[in-house]
């Protein structure tokens, strides 16, 4: 048994895509580490995050960053984009499944493509590859898609995706065990890839609930 970590959150907007994760790896039950960062810069253009065991996201990630390593070595002034890092990803995870390998992840990739285009997708341990406007792993699949199915729209602004992917956050830390308040939001334009700081979720409101508050003066509705 290894570390791990749940969900991961991704949407398009209008200039690019926005993938937010929480910092927590658990160990089993035990909520071990508080301050993992589960999103990776690969080359300029390209974020990846990952739901599943840290140790292979760990491994993926510096095999990633080391074929960008090596394709810049080449100095034709040809760089792969994010589109190409999904493709290629794919075919080693498929590649390494058929070898009985696999790396147990849930990889989302996205970026801004050399045509300019929002690019998200999703590659996992047996080689299945998408892509979508859209795409979340672990519980975010149960919990936060409905949401963004709802509210999202292609022409979001930046600050909009902010507020959605952080209601898509808030719903996880409320209901999934195994994760936190804190969480890192990633950003990829056509400028680059931007990984923010871990800050906390503002949850004072959520937990204002009347009847926890001050139980004693009303019924909880309880059997007893």
Same mark, same amino acid.
């Given at each position: ?95 390494? $499944?058929?070898? =009985? !390998? ?8 996205? &970026? %801004? @493509? ?5 690019? +998200? ?56 065990? $195994?994760?936190? =308040? !804190? ?8 400028? &680059? %890839? @931007? ?5 906390? +979720? ?23």
């Amino acid at each position: 048994m290894g570390v791990s970590g749940t969900s991961c959150v991704a949407i398009k907007f209008k200039d690019g895509i926005m993938m937010a994760t929480d910092t927590l790896g658990s160990y089993g039950s035990s909520a071990k580490y508080r301050n993992l960062q589960r999103q990776e810069k690969v080359g300029d253009h390209t974020l990846v995050g990952f739901t599943g065991d840290y140790a292979d996201f760990q491994f993926f990630a510096r095999f990633l960053n080391d074929c960008d390593l090596d394709d810049s070595l080449e100095e034709d002034g040809i760089t792969w984009d994010c589109k190409q890092v999904h493709a290629y990803s794919g075919a080693v995870m498929f590649g390494r $499944r058929m070898k =009985s !390998k696999p790396l147990f992840v849930q990889c989302i990739m996205g &970026g %801004v @493509t050399s045509n300019k285009e929002p690019f +998200l997708g999703y590659t996992d341990l047996i080689g299945q590859s998408y892509e979508e406007n859209f795409i979340c792993t672990g519980y975010g699949g149960h919990l936060a898609l409905p949401i963004i199915r709802e509210e999202w729209r292609k022409d979001m602004t930046e600050a909009e995706a902010r507020t959605l992917i952080e209601k898509c956050m808030t719903t996880l830390y409320l209901r999934d065990c $195994r994760t936190c =308040s !804190k969480i890192q939001v990633g950003v990829g334009k056509a400028d &680059g %890839v @931007t990984i923010s700081e871990p800050y906390v +979720l503002d949850m004072q409101k959520k937990w204002q609930f009347t009847k926890m508050m001050d139980p004693t003066k009303q019924s909880l509705g309880a059997s007893w």
